[in-house]
T-cell receptor, first 111, second 114 residues
Framework: TQLLEQSPQFLSIQEGENLTVYCNSS?????LQWYRQEPGEGPVLLVT?????EVKKLKRLTFQFGDARKDSSLHITAAQPGDTGLYLC???????????FGKGTLLTVNP | ETGVTQSPTHLIKTRGQQVTLRCSSQ?????VSWYQQALGQGPQFIFQ???????GRGNFPPRFSGLQFPNYSSELNVNALELDDSALYLC?????????????FGSGTRLTVV
């Protein structure tokens, strides 16, 4: 059972468009990570958010952690074909050592 | 600084066979975790090794086993392979075993069971 719900599951857009993907849970996270995974590769860590309400920016990517620490969003401005990939959110809780992942959002940016 | 390396990159096995997958952790990392990623799914936690001992296990049967060596490299062994074991197997390393600040993943081993 996936404890993290990601939406949408699939997203296909044109280069230059903006998009937002979401990660939601019924329980509180102590921290949340966003990864991007390209075909044939392992996930690559993009950001970790820890504080409720936190906003982090990574070039054209903006990550937000909900005030109640149960949800997060990733917004991409002016998407480029290089942004294509599977975007995964994951959580770990307190002394919990394992990462629990959502199913991911598969993003395709068409030139 | 070297990243996480996994071998082999691809593998085809027959149902009932046994397989060993290998992982070298990133320099400075002492903890290795293994994940299984089926097609269209997020990675699922198999187990973690810290200081050469299993430090936690996900919902996988005992035919999934592992080892960690003094140099922090690790092996994942799967016995009596089943068709549903076909997946991408990912190794991730970290320092200290906490997941809070993310792990470094390898590129994975694509296992196909026929």
């Amino acid at each position: 059972t996936q404890l993290l719900e990601q939406s949408p599951q699939f997203l296909s857009i044109q280069e230059g468009e903006n998009l937002t993907v979401y990660c939601n849970s019924s329980s509180v996270f102590s921290s949340l990570q966003w990864y991007r995974q390209e075909p044939g590769e392992g996930p690559v860590l993009l950001v970790t958010v820890v504080t409720g309400g936190e906003v982090k920016k990574l070039k054209r990517l903006t990550f937000q952690f909900g005030d109640a620490r149960k949800d997060s969003s990733l917004h991409i401005t002016a998407a480029q074909p290089g942004d294509t990939g599977l975007y995964l959110c994951s959580r770990s809780g307190g002394s919990n050592y394992k990462l629990t992942f959502g199913k991911g959002t598969l993003l395709t940016v068409n030139p | 600084e070297t990243g996480v390396t996994q071998s082999p990159t691809h593998l085809i096995k027959t149902r009932g066979q046994q397989v060993t997958l290998r992982c070298s952790s990133q320099s400075g990392h002492n903890t290795v975790s293994w994940y299984q990623q089926a097609l269209g799914q997020g990675p699922q936690f198999i187990f973690q090794y810290y200081r050469e001992e299993e430090n936690g296990r996900g919902n996988f049967p005992p035919r999934f086993s592992g080892l960690q060596f003094p140099n922090y490299s690790s092996e994942l062994n799967v016995n009596a392979l089943e068709l549903d074991d076909s997946a991408l197997y990912l190794c991730a390393s970290s320092f200290g075993g906490r997941g809070d600040y993310g792990y470094t993943f390898g590129s994975g081993t694509r296992l196909t069971v026929v």
